[in-house]
T-cell receptor, first 113, second 116 residues
Framework: NAGVTQTPKFRVLKTGQSMTLLCAQD?????MYWYRQDPGMGLRLIHY???????AKGEVPDGYNVSRLKKQNFLLGLESAAPSQTSVYFC????????????FGPGTRLTVT | GDSVTQMEGPVTLSEEAFLTINCTYT??????LFWYVQYPGEGLQLLLK?????DKGSNKGFEATYRKETTSFHLEKGSVQVSDSAVYFC???????????????FGQGTILTVHP
């Protein structure tokens, strides 16, 4: 099993450009999450999904949109990138029972100039 | 709202030293508590967990005890190795996870560097 994979690993955008980050998991998990990681601030939840076709806002959703058209994929979109969105983005998934352990992808480092 | 506070870092230790990373939390109800570890260039992975008061989570020589009276979940290891160098995150999940959909609230992370 590949676990949780993220595409791309690195990206540089100019202010105002758009892009989509792809997260895929092969563990048949119902729940998926997008976080951003910034120095000294830990991880903050952007959006999450509790199943195919559902999405919900997390702690810092402004400037991002998401879609979960297939159970195994969770897409994060930036419609008009801003320098404040320079960050490392992590996707995670979990099974909705037990301890709800989250499995993380390797991250995408995004720089907006 | 819920919050997690970790001791400020970074922490630098010599191999075989004793490690403590403090973590305190604020939450309503009875959260579950976690420690996640992030090795260089990788995503986070679960290190240990505790789901109720007085539970002790343990893994790879690390331990943490859920102390409701002090709202703490401090991470300890008796003898660290160079391979333990990583960033450590304390996190909490509201209640039993069902109504919170497994969402985690993270602390800011503590960078640990272990020298030979």
């Amino acid at each position: 099993n590949a676990g949780v994979t993220q595409t791309p690993k690195f990206r540089v955008l100019k202010t105002g450009q758009s892009m989509t980050l792809l997260c895929a998991q092969d563990m048949n998990h119902e729940y998926m999450y997008w976080y951003r990681q910034d120095p000294g601030m830990g991880l903050r939840l952007i959006h999450y999904s509790v199943g195919e076709g559902t999405t919900a806002k997390g702690e810092v959703p402004d400037g991002y949109n998401v879609s979960r058209l297939k159970k195994q994929n969770f897409l994060l979109g930036l419609e008009s990138a801003a320098p404040s969105q320079t960050s490392v983005y992590f996707c995670a998934s979990s099974y909705p029972q037990g301890v709800y352990e989250q499995y993380f992808g390797p991250g995408t480092r995004l720089t907006v100039t | 709202g819920d919050s997690v506070t970790q001791m400020e870092g970074p922490v630098t230790l010599s191999e075989e030293a004793f490690l403590t990373i403090n973590c305190t939390y604020t939450a309503t109800g009875y959260p579950s508590l976690f420690w996640y570890v992030q090795y260089p260039g990788e995503g986070l992975q679960l290190l240990l967990k505790a789901t109720k008061a007085d539970d002790k989570g343990s893994n790879k020589g690390f331990e943490a005890t859920y102390r409701k009276e002090t709202t703490s979940f401090h991470l300890e290891k008796g003898s660290v190795q160079v391979s333990d160098s990583a960033v450590y995150f304390c996190a909490l999940m509201e209640s039993a996870g069902g109504t919170s959909y497994g969402k985690l609230t993270f602390g800011q992370g503590t960078i640990l560097t272990v020298h030979p």
